[in-house]
């Protein structure tokens, strides 16, 4: 009898995991978790990471595979990875239809070109509620609550999104610096950064060459880093403690900064929850 083939569809891979959490094993439960929380890191690192950071050997990864029926790890992290990809095509195919809506517009159909604006901006808000899972936001939130010092660090596009996270850590009684690069003093500002303290990237596509050459520093001297970015895999994910994806649906050169405003208020907000 011919077996039947394995569904290779994520959701049902889901369901089953949280079907048969109880089951399974203190080391298992651990890759479950760690898995389902982030399913978009999880698609792109390789097991040796994984295993790291869940606490287990890569042999207890490819066992975790082969008991829902997979041949190893990265038959199953196909999964993961098909996902990923389904989720970027539905975005760029609705990023595609506001652009072209938007090469109609005229200079003098300023209502098209308000309502084009608008819905990217929608798009992008409606596409974190979908990507940016609780257990994530949660791990940021500790992160801020736990840092003796908070240094927010945002150029170009991005500084508004950091003046903005820095007056709610204020308002909150918060130590927050809100840091700049006047003055070459940035390289200065990052070195005196210690394990204790939190240091908060938000980064649009466009990073300066000081930014890309700081926060790996930081990050290789213990210093904690939450990253707000646009990709999983640019130099900001790469060396940071935690970073939070923002996709910009990019519509006439300009990146709506109104997901990442929502995000920054969630956070500041959630803060202030925590304390009381």
Not at 34 to 43: C, E, K, V
Not at 64 to 76: E, Q, V
Not at 249 to 261: K, L, R
Request: aromatic fraction near 6%; include cysteine.
């Amino acid at each position: 009898m011919k077996e039947k083939p394995l569904p290779r569809d994520f959701d049902w891979l889901q369901q089953e995991i949280k079907l048969r959490f109880d089951s399974l094993s203190p080391h298992l439960q651990r890759i479950a978790e760690y898995a389902l929380s982030d399913p978009n890191r999880f698609a792109l690192q390789t097991v040796a990471k994984s295993a790291s950071e869940s606490g287990v050997q890569p042999s207890t990864l490819i066992r975790f595979a082969k008991l829902f029926g997979y041949t190893g790890f990265t038959d199953m992290q196909q999964i993961f990875k098909l996902r990923l990809t389904e989720v970027a095509d539905s975005f760029r195919n609705q990023v595609r239809e506001h652009r072209a809506t938007l090469e109609w517009a005229t200079g003098s159909d300023l209502v098209s070109i308000l309502n084009t604006l608008a819905d990217s901006s929608a798009l992008a808000i409606s596409q974190l509620r979908h990507d940016l899972e609780p257990a994530r936001l949660l791990q940021a939130v500790r992160m801020l609550e736990g840092a003796r010092s908070i240094y927010v660090l945002g150029q170009r596009q991005a500084y508004p999104v950091a003046a903005c996270l820095s007056l709610g850590l204020l308002k909150l009684g918060r130590r927050c610096h809100l840091l700049d690069s006047a003055g070459d003093m940035l390289p200065h500002h990052i070195a005196n950064l210690t394990p204790e303290d939190l240091l908060v990237v938000i980064g649009l596509t466009d990073f300066s060459r000081t930014v890309l050459e700081i926060v790996p520093e930081a990050y290789e001297r213990k210093v904690p880093v939450l990253a707000i970015s646009t990709s999983q895999t640019n130099p900001l994910a790469r060396d940071s403690t935690l970073n939070l994806l923002v996709r910009d649906p990019e519509v006439h050169h300009f990146e709506p900064i109104a997901p990442y405003i929502v995000l920054v208020q969630t956070l500041v907000i959630a803060l202030a929850s925590s304390g009381d």
